[in-house]
């Protein structure tokens, strides 16, 4: 038992004495200093917001097309007797270019037999008149004999109360002057009937001369002449090939002038247009909607890879509707000369199909404190004050543009904007801000 104690010592002796001279240590050792907790600033990306009257934007893409078509449609039938030698999809042709040739003899027959048929009225015309002429002066030697069978008359009548004429040559007497007298109505007659027999043949001669008009007319279109500078897009028939009429025979695209319809967010196309009038935009009030009303400037745009090509425009129209669904508005602009100043490799002309950017340009505004975009967070901005310290400001924009906004209040020009992400937002945190001048470069290159 002594033995089994002994051991027992044995084994917890160096378990104390560890735990001795732990206490022993501690003893001698002074206690910890604690260091005062110090203050860490946040380095951010701060702009002082700049005052700028700055021209609102808007932008939207659509395709190039030609601003008028014009389809040569067949007006007359035959067969096609020419055919321009590059009336070909694509080729580029001048104004008046004879295009195609129809067929012209049956036209040439036709004004020949119409004119033949003028020609013989007219000497009818030429004929009544001398006719005329004949009656009138049949008509005044039956009178004078009528007025002589009435003489002749009186004086048998005279004679036959002195007995000196029978009663059979009295009424012989009497139907001479009947028969004279049938004479003279006959004579006044087919003169009376003259005006209405002339004025038949003026109103068939009138009928000929409109089937003469209409005739030359077909004989004019059997010639197609392009009527604009233009760019043939379809050919539909070939040279000894017979058409009819209604038959489309080509296709050309106006050269001269070109038109792009976007569509434009209805927000942002509101900003561009604003105006404090108020306009009337009925037929016959006299105003409108244009351009030069509503100083707005466009401008196309096509960036394709090393191609950066830029047009002039001009703002043309509205569409007539909204679209319901996107609440966009349609928007027309058009360019004038869209094949000029053409470099091959670098400009393009703008042609029919291209896919571009139609950007719009409203007038300057008042100056207001303006910051980009990504600093407005949720109707809000984050602000240095002049301790460096977060301040959470709420602000009201008073125009919303893709890269930067205008704030009507909440905001004084001048003031440090963070454009740094701080997560936690905590209003008082301290900062360390640096100035972004490449920020505020292209913030003032955007807007201007």
């Known amino acids: 038992m002594m033995a089994r104690a002994a051991r027992k010592w044995v084994f917890f002796l160096p378990v104390l004495l560890g735990v001795a001279a732990v206490a022993v240590f501690k003893q001698g050792r ?5 260091a005062p907790v110090a203050e860490k600033p946040v380095l951010v990306r701060v702009m002082a917001a700049p005052r700028l009257a700055v021209r609102p934007r808007a932008s939207g893409h659509g395709t190039v097309r030609p601003s008028r078509s014009w389809e040569a449609v067949a007006q007359v039938k035959g067969r096609i007797l020419e055919k321009h030698p590059k009336l070909q999809k694509g080729a580029i042709l001048a104004q ?28 009818q015309l030429d004929e009544a008149a001398v006719k005329g002429d004949n009656i009138r002066a049949a008509l005044a030697v039956e009178r004078q004999a009528l007025e002589l069978a009435q003489k002749a008359l009186e004086r048998k009548k005279d004679l036959a109360v002195k007995g000196g004429v029978s009663r059979s040559d009295l009424e012989a007497q009497e139907r001479t002057l009947l028969a004279q007298r049938q004479s003279v109505l006959t004579q006044r007659s087919s003169l009376n009937l003259l005006p209405a027999q002339r004025a038949l043949l003026e109103a068939r001669a009138a009928g000929l ?20 500078d233009g760019r043939v897009a379809a050919v539909n028939v070939e040279q000894a090939q017979y058409v009819r009429e209604g038959e489309v025979l080509a296709v ?17 196309f509101a900003s561009v247009i604003r105006s404090e009038g108020v306009l009337n935009l009925l037929p016959g009030a006299g105003v409108e909607l244009g351009p030069e009303r509503l100083h707005v400037e466009a401008e196309v745009r096509f960036d394709e890879g090393e191609i950066h090509a830029r047009w002039a425009a001009r703002f043309a129209r509205v569409s007539d509707t909204l679209d319901p669904e996107t609440r966009t508005v349609g928007v027309i602009v058009e360019v004038d000369e869209p094949y000029s100043d053409v470099q091959p490799g670098i400009r393009p002309p703008l042609l029919k199909g291209l896919f571009v950017e139609v950007v719009l340009t409203g007038p300057p505004a008042a100056e207001l404190p303006v910051i980009p975009r990504s600093a407005y967070r949720n109707g809000r901005v984050l602000v240095a004050d002049a301790d460096d310290r977060l301040v959470i400001r709420p602000v009201t924009p008073a125009l919303m543009q893709p890269g930067y906004l205008a704030i009507e209040s909440g905001l004084e020009g001048g003031e ?3 454009l740094s992400d701080l997560s936690p937002a905590i209003a008082g945190r301290l900062l360390q801000p640096r100035l972004d001048e490449a920020a505020r470069q292209r913030l003032n290159a955007e807007a201007n």
């Open 30 to 34: 002074e206690a910890p200093q604690q």
């Open 96 to 123: 008046g270019a004879l295009l195609l040739r129809i067929d012209p003899a049956e036209y040439r027959l036709r004004i020949a037999q119409i004119e033949a048929d003028i020609a013989a009225t007219r000497a």
């Open 416 to 418: 440090r904007v963070i």
């Open 252 to 268: 050309a695209d106006d050269m001269h002038r070109a038109e792009v319809e976007v569509q434009i967010p209805l927000e942002r």
């Open 209 to 228: 001369e409109a089937q003469l008009e209409s005739a030359r007319r077909d004989l004019a279109n059997t010639e197609v002449r392009l009527p604009f």
